[in-house]
Nanobody
């Protein structure tokens, strides 16, 4: 069974940092592309960052220079290091997997079948 389990969300003051983790099982992690989405109340679910199996990365303009995506293939885990957090980063963050080399949609419905696996989501709250 394909499964993604996230951890690391929480509450932090503006300027602080958090690291999200997403551990995968049930598929060949090394050959897959991984992404992080987020959905704030009243907003669409947007792509924050992604990392391809070849290591290439993508960042939304809103997080460039503040967030870093990385992966540990030995642990089947992808991370999102979030620094200099802002109140507008407050959202539920979702890990997602693409197993067949398709692009990550910039906007997507949570749990959309456009992606092959989703995590359950983890809440990040940034207070001013």
């Amino acid at each position: 069974e394909v499964q993604l389990v996230e951890s690391g969300g929480g509450s932090v003051q503006a300027g602080g940092s958090l690291r999200l983790s997403c551990t995968a099982s049930g598929f060949t992690f090394d050959d897959s592309d991984m992404g992080w989405y987020r959905q704030a109340p009243g907003n669409e679910c947007e792509l924050v960052s992604s990392i391809s199996s070849d290591g290439s990365t993508y960042y939304a303009d809103s997080v460039k220079g503040r967030f870093t995506i990385s992966q540990d293939n030995a642990k089947n885990t992808v991370y999102l290091q979030m620094n200099s957090l802002k109140p507008e980063d407050t959202a539920v963050y979702y890990c997602a997997a693409d197993l067949f080399g398709a692009d990550f949609p910039p906007l997507v419905r949570v749990q959309s079948p456009a992606l092959d696996a989703w995590g359950q989501g983890t809440l990040v709250t940034v207070s001013s």
